[in-house]
């Protein structure tokens, strides 16, 4: 059992560049989210989506676009990437009811 | 909005003592609230979960509290030792409304000295 893994683990791109940081969960959870990780700033929510085809907005989505086809995947987009989304991104999911959130080991990106 | 704060930042004991980390949230309407350990350039790993309805969780050495009314959580670590050295992220999830995804404090960071 897999559980979240999202990937590239690591990435460095050139301002302007898009990209997708992939994430996919084989528990068949209904909830999926992304979070990017800042010194001082702590984690904080980017998009989360509460089952496939529904997606909503978090604390900071200005510049990422989510989409959720199926289940399994909850793929995240920098449409034209900026110095200011240098961070570390996780993605996590959970379970019907209070089920615990789970979270990927993260992936590691630059914008240079 | 939702604020969850910890504190202390940063703490440094040596080991075997017994410590506590506290979190404070300001929106009581929560659906529970969890505890995780993150390490240096590492991911997130679950400690504990505790349902709004419930007090306390217990797994082996750590025991969370949640007074929901007031707004806090403390996790308790007991006889600690230098492999707890990491910091510890508490998050609460929202309650109602249709909407998903955690609200972190910023993190204690913690160091157990052999």
């Known amino acids: 059992n897999a559980g979240v893994t999202q990937t590239p683990k690591f990435q460095v791109l050139k301002t302007g560049q898009s990209m997708t940081l992939q994430c996919a969960q084989d528990m068949n959870h209904e909830y999926m989210s992304w979070y990017r990780q800042d010194p001082g700033m702590g984690l904080r929510l980017i998009h989360y989506?509460?089952?496939?085809?529904?997606?909503d907005q978090g604390e900071v989505p200005n510049g990422y676009n989510v989409s959720r086809s199926t289940t399994e995947d909850f793929p995240l987009r920098l449409l034209s990437a900026a110095p200011s989304q240098t961070s570390v991104y996780f993605c996590?999911?959970?379970?019907?009811?209070?089920?615990?959130?789970?979270f990927g080991d993260g992936t590691r990106l630059s914008i240079l | 909005k939702q604020e969850v704060t910890q504190i202390p930042a940063a703490l440094s004991v040596p080991e075997g003592e017994n410590l506590v980390l506290n979190c404070s949230f300001t929106?009581?309407?929560?659906?529970?609230l969890q505890w995780f350990r993150q390490d240096p350039g590492k991911g997130l790993t679950s400690l504990l979960l505790i349902q709004s309805s419930q007090r306390e969780q217990t797994s082996g050495r750590l025991n969370a509290s949640l007074d929901k009314s007031s707004g806090r959580s403390t996790l308790y670590i007991a006889a600690s030792q230098p492999g707890d050295s990491a910091t510890y992220l508490c998050?609460?999830?929202?309650?109602?409304?249709?909407?998903?995804?955690?609200?972190f404090g910023k993190g204690t960071h913690l160091i157990i000295q052999p």
């Open positions: 929106d009581s309407a929560i659906y529970n």
């Open positions: 989506s509460v089952g496939a085809g529904i997606t």
């Open positions: 998050a609460v999830l929202r309650s109602g409304g249709g909407a998903d995804g955690l609200t």
């Open positions: 996590a999911s959970r379970g019907q009811g209070g089920q615990p959130q789970h």
